[in-house]
């Protein structure tokens, strides 16, 4: 009677994964380590300052493993953007700042939609509107700080009529001036 060998079990064979599906699970891995709290540029995002744990390496396997590179991690988010993830509250958005470059944060969804976007506090507001006229903000600042705590109690318009009064003076010396 001839030997018969058992042949090992086969093993299961998983089916080569796909780009898009390697770039999925990369993206929800990214999503995974948490919002970020600030937006980001891509070139920022090589350096990995500001990024939750974890963060970066989720990138480097977006952009394909090897070393970062600001252009290819932008186009790489870029098409992941406005990809969903079931059971992630999370999402990756864009938006150009003012050179044309693109700004990426990761946000959570959920919390977003119960925060309703409140008032500007009235210090926002009278720098917003000082620095519109043409102060620096530096002097912007200083007159807000003169206001003290009257910034958040008083009407804006009074608020804005004393900050101007403030930035018109000229700076108090020491002594008093003396009568002609």
């Known amino acids: 009677m001839p ?5 090992p079990p086969a093993r299961p064979v ?7 599906d390697r770039e999925l699970a990369a993206y929800a891995k990214l999503l995974r380590c948490g919002a970020w709290r600030e937006e980001m540029r891509a070139s920022d ?7 939750p744990a974890g963060a970066l390496d989720a990138l480097r396997e977006l952009a394909g493993g090897g070393a970062l590179a600001a252009r290819p991690l932008g186009n ?7 990809k969903r993830i079931d059971g992630i509250a ?11 470059f693109a700004i990426w944060r990761v946000i959570d969804v959920a ?3 119960s925060q309703a976007p409140g008032r500007p506090s009235n210090a926002e507001l009278l720098r917003g509107a000082l620095t519109n006229l043409g102060y620096r903000r530096t002097e912007a600042d200083k007159a807000i700080s003169a206001l003290g705590a009257r910034v958040e109690s008083q009407p804006l318009a009074d608020l804005v009529r004393e900050a ?9 010396s020491g002594s008093k ?4």
Do not use: F, I, N, Y
């Not at 999370?90 to 044309?100: N, V």
């Open 3 to 7: 030997s018969v060998e058992a042949e």
């Open 14 to 20: 998983q089916p080569p994964q796909s780009e898009g």
């Open 45 to 51: 995002l090589l350096a990995g300052d500001g990024l």
């Open 76 to 82: 790489v988010l870029k098409r992941v953007q406005e």
């Open 90 to 100: 999370l999402k990756l958005t864009r938006r150009k700042d003012g050179h044309g």
């Open 111 to 113: 919390g977003q939609a």
């Open 164 to 172: 101007l009064g403030a930035l018109v003076r000229p700076p108090m």
């Open 177 to 180: 001036p003396k009568p002609t």
